[in-house]
């Protein structure tokens, strides 16, 4: 039987992706003392592997599909296929920042001040570059950690970290004087796989079904009913994706409607209906939108 290979990414994005794939359709159970989870799809094989790592796993085609940020795609230099961004922000947290940072005591305001300074950063080869393509010339170390202790207790004359709102950074006594990139999830490919017709369908399948579960993250269905002589009223009220479906009842004065709306508008949405005539009002949960 054929099988795809597909990477789960270890660390602050595992639990996001292994949720996300479940309002997708496949059910994943990690071992904490196994790097190969089970999934409920014989046709895929998972394997858990550090973020930081995965690009360079699908490059190699250990891995024939799996998620990264951008980030890290472009760390490793990875010769990669982008099948899709995955906002996880719709899901849960803000896209990653990568930021330069140095004490708030610091003279160090703008990039070009950094000039013959000492960075110290897990995102070295992106690092290295930014600054080689501005003709800033910095020392870049590598951090295997607690970045943000080194430029504090001077090791360093400022960092390169990730953060999402900044908020650890100003803890430590930091600030911000540039953000150098935001990243999100992606779904990327090895070359070789995608060439393959069997795999090429089947990640294909995995990237529209995953679309479709972020897409459905906050939205709900409204189904009522409503008598025919408010009918224009209550559909003028109703954002849809196209349009909202209209059914008959067997009383011919009365009429069901359903229609798709973001969750956060119901609550407003709901009292106007009633006071338009709607009854029997049924809010739903969607695991996909396609």
Not at 1 to 12: E, T, V, Y
Not at 147 to 155: D, F, R, W, Y
Not at 275 to 288: C, H, S
Request: hydrophobic share 40%; aromatic share 8%; proline share 4%.
């Amino acid at each position: 039987m054929k099988r795809l290979k597909l990477g789960i990414p270890k660390g602050s994005l595992e639990k996001a992706t292994i949720e996300l794939f479940a309002r997708s359709g496949w059910r994943i159970e990690p071992h904490y003392r196994s790097y190969f989870p089970d999934i409920d799809d014989d046709e895929i094989e998972c394997s858990i592997c550090r973020a930081q790592e995965m690009s360079r796993y699908v490059e190699q085609g250990i891995i024939d599909v799996g998620i990264t940020g951008k980030d890290w795609i472009l760390e490793n230099s990875s010769d990669v296929i982008s099948i899709c961004d995955l906002v996880y922000s719709k899901v849960s947290k803000r896209p990653a920042r990568w930021i330069i940072a140095v004490p708030n005591d610091s003279d160090i305001e703008r990039v070009e001040d950094l000039e013959g300074k000492k960075i110290a950063t897990e995102l070295v080869n992106f690092t290295k570059q930014y600054f080689f393509e501005r003709d800033i010339s910095v020392t870049v170390e590598f951090s295997w950690g607690a970045t943000e202790a080194k430029v504090v207790n001077g090791l360093c004359d400022a960092i390169v970290e990730v953060t999402e709102t900044g908020s650890t950074i100003r803890a430590h006594g930091l600030k911000i004087i540039k953000v150098l990139m935001e990243s999100y999830p992606r779904l990327i490919a090895n070359k070789d796989a995608i060439k393959d017709k069997w795999k090429s369908a089947k990640i294909e399948q995995i990237a529209m079904l995953l679309k479709g579960a972020l897409e459905a993250y906050r939205m709900v269905g409204l189904k009522m009913n409503c008598p025919k002589r408010a009918l224009k009223d209550i559909v003028d009220l109703l954002p849809s994706l196209n349009a909202p479906t209209v059914s008959p009842l067997y009383d011919e004065d009365w009429c069901s409607v359903e229609t798709v709306v973001d969750e956060r508008q119901v609550r407003d949405l709901v009292p106007r209906l009633k006071a338009k005539g709607a009854q029997g009002i049924i809010e739903y949960a969607l695991n996909k939108v396609l």
